[in-house]
């Protein structure tokens, strides 16, 4: 397994498996905006790869305070292997290096398997605050 920067060119293949792992997708993870998150954030969004085949990805973002985390995706077949945790240990290596002191991202309650796995590399559950969003464009 080979871990590498996630290009434009990988779009297609990393959707693809968010299908997969059954993500919620949404319009910010249209090509466009996932080619800007690219161009925004290089060498922190990543993708895992096999014979030449995506098996896992991750985009990481900062926002020159915090890093983020969004959508760790792992092929289905291939998981508690390994390429989750190597995903995450290569973009907080990368985030460390960027002098980010802490990372944070959000986990949907539809998906409680994964916490177990976070709490495992050292994440800890917060009680103390409340996401809220706002749409500011609708999809086509």
């Known amino acids: 397994m080979r871990i590498?920067?996630?290009?434009?060119?990988?779009?297609?293949?990393?959707?693809?498996?968010w299908k997969r792992c059954d993500l919620t997708l949404s319009l910010s993870d249209e090509r466009e905006e996932v080619e800007r998150m690219l161009r925004r954030n290089p060498g922190t969004c990543l993708v895992a790869e096999e014979d030449g085949a995506v098996i896992g990805a991750v985009m990481g973002g900062w926002d020159?305070?915090?890093?983020?985390?969004?959508?760790?995706?792992?092929?289905?077949?291939?998981?508690?292997?390994?390429?989750?945790r190597a995903l995450m240990a290569e973009l907080e290596r990368r985030f460390?290096?960027?002098?980010?002191?802490k990372i944070t991202f959000f986990i949907e309650r539809r998906n409680r398997g994964v916490t177990e796995f976070y709490r495992k590399l050292g994440?800890?559950?917060?009680?103390?605050?409340?996401?809220?969003s706002?749409?500011?464009?609708?999809g086509p």
């Open 134 to 138: 706002k749409t500011l464009r609708e």
């Open 64 to 84: 020159g305070r915090r890093g983020f985390v969004h959508h760790l995706a792992v092929e289905p077949g291939r998981r508690r292997r390994g390429v989750g």
């Open 4 to 17: 590498r920067e996630f290009l434009p060119s990988d779009y297609d293949a990393v959707r693809a498996l």
């Open 96 to 101: 460390r290096d960027m002098g980010v002191v």
């Open 123 to 132: 994440y800890e559950m917060r009680d103390d605050i409340r996401p809220m």
